[in-house]
């Protein structure tokens, strides 16, 4: 069966770093991609994929979970393939979710997301997300804006964005009318 070319493509989110310019973006040469999916290092080198990421708070927990895990197995007993399946377990989420520990880490440290990429491999994200990026500038967009819709309704006058109240008794949705018999 032939994969189709969609199923190739990898999913990024693009974090800036905490606003330090005077327009509050930061340097684009800082921006982090991260992308989403397993991370076969992570799985691998669970504790040295944390530290190559400067994940420390994440391989606090890592280690405390391991060292617990040990601690319960010795005490209960359990034989040398149930500890190494359960490790092999705690790798396997590791590396399923190495992306959103990362990202967890990101927003800890004040980075902002800004977008989302689908592409190939990291430099096609990156030219995407870039070329993107100036045609927002140039149009005097701006991503750290948010859009809220149309305006507050206000107290003064009637409220027509609301539906008609319905008359008491009546019940909404598939049920029985009140006083009929089933």
Do not use: C
Not at 21 to 43: E, L, M, Q
Not at 104 to 126: F, H, M, Y
């Amino acid at each position: 069966m032939l994969l189709s070319a969609e199923s190739a493509m990898s999913v990024y989110t693009v974090h800036a770093p905490p606003a330090d310019g005077p327009d509050g973006r930061g340097a684009t040469d800082n921006f982090v991609f991260v992308r989403d999916g397993f991370s076969f290092g992570a799985f691998v080198l669970g504790p040295i994929w944390l530290l190559y990421r400067r994940l420390w708070l994440v391989l606090a927990g890592y280690l405390v979970l391991s060292i617990a895990m040990e601690v319960v197995m010795t005490l209960l007993r359990v034989g040398a393939g149930t500890r190494v399946a359960a490790m092999a377990v705690v790798a396997v989420l590791m590396g399923l979710e190495a992306a959103s520990l990362r990202r967890w880490t990101l927003s800890r440290r004040k980075w902002r997301p800004l977008d989302v990429v689908v592409a190939d491999d990291q430099e096609a994200a990156e030219r995407r997300f870039f070329d993107r990026w100036q045609a927002m500038r140039s149009a005097d967009y701006d991503p750290l804006a948010i859009d809220r819709g149309a305006p507050p309704p206000t107290r003064g006058g009637p409220d027509t964005s609301l539906p008609p109240s319905l008359p008491r008794g009546d019940i909404v949705g598939l049920f029985p009318q009140p006083g009929f018999r089933r």
